[in-house]
């Protein structure tokens, strides 16, 4: 898609390395459960099934998840008026907008392709952010679906989704009905469980590898875009810091979807998790804003 982002050779070729990892794992993950569960079709229909329902409803699944609802320029127009602002900047194809009824505060771009984008924003970043501030998130998630890891990413965690779903309906399946199983159907499911697993394990560190990359790449874009570093690092600063506040069982639903969030839905005392979180740490995005705003000679006001 043709914007005025500048185009990130880094990130796209660490997109392409990682869908290439990821189309290697799933061949192999595809091929070891048809000799396990000898069924071709089978597993062609089950795994092409998933990943096309992922990939075409990605927006509706993410929006439903998030409780987030479409609004008109009638509804919101200072929102619609400042996306309109900043696309007609970045030279891009405006996505559809919702606002999503949560306190949580924080920002996601979803959908399969800048024509089917969607930005979506909680009530509780808006309620919190000045207006640069805003300006400084929506442009993040602009860079998203410009430089298409929307689509990249909603792929890419599709494998994942599919382990998952193969390692819980293997161990219910033992669970609920082994007792009608002879030994070597119970072997195939424990071979099954141990791949999907194995699987699941490869995906999720090669997405998160990826996907730290590319908030760093977003930011950075969104900060050349608006030309106010300073301004999406104090937005930074304060939708982390508030995060952290919000009652972990509130942050639960909200988790599965961190790939996709302008920072992600983790309460303190969570060191595992930030290990291998979905994005970088804050300090480290915090600096790089840093010599962004020193570069171009921005200062906080």
Not at 37 to 64: E, H, M, N, P, T
Not at 255 to 267: D, E, M, S, V
Request: contains cysteine.
């Amino acid at each position: 898609m043709h914007s005025r982002f500048e185009p990130d050779r880094q990130l796209t070729t660490r997109m392409a390395l990682t869908m290439f990892l990821l189309g290697l794992v799933y061949i192999g993950f595809v091929a070891a459960l048809i000799v396990l569960l000898k069924s071709v079709v089978l597993v062609v229909v089950i795994a092409g099934g998933l990943l096309l329902a992922q990939f075409w409803y990605s927006d509706r699944i993410a929006l439903f998840a998030m409780r987030g609802q479409l609004v008109t320029p009638e509804e919101e127009p200072q929102l619609h008026g400042m996306i309109d602002r900043l696309c007609a900047t970045a030279d891009m194809p405006k996505p559809l907008v919702a606002v999503s009824r949560m306190e949580m505060p924080n920002a996601f771009a979803t959908g399969r392709n800048a024509d089917h984008a969607v930005i979506c924003v909680t009530t509780g970043l808006r309620r919190r952010l000045e207006a640069a501030e805003l300006e400084g998130v929506l442009a993040h998630e602009l860079s998203h679906v410009a430089h298409r890891d929307v689509a990249v990413i909603t792929i890419a965690s599709f494998l994942g989704v599919l382990a998952g779903l193969v390692v819980r309906f293997a161990f219910y399946s033992q669970l609920f009905g082994g007792g009608r199983r002879d030994q070597n159907t119970a072997i195939a499911f424990a071979l099954v469980m141990a791949v999907s697993a194995l699987v699941y394990a490869l995906s999720f560190l090669l997405i998160r590898a990826l996907s730290r990359y590319r908030e760093l790449a977003a930011d950075r874009a969104a900060a050349m875009l608006t030309g106010k570093p300073s301004a999406l690092a104090s937005a930074l600063t304060k939708v982390t810091g508030d995060i952290a506040r919000i009652p972990t069982e509130d942050l639960r639903t909200a988790q599965t979807f961190n790939a996709f969030f302008f920072t992600p839905a983790l309460g303190p005392g969570t060191t595992l998790a930030n290990l291998f979180s979905t994005h970088p740490s804050l300090e480290r995005r915090l600096d790089a804003l840093a010599e962004l705003s020193a570069r171009l000679g921005d200062t906080p006001p």
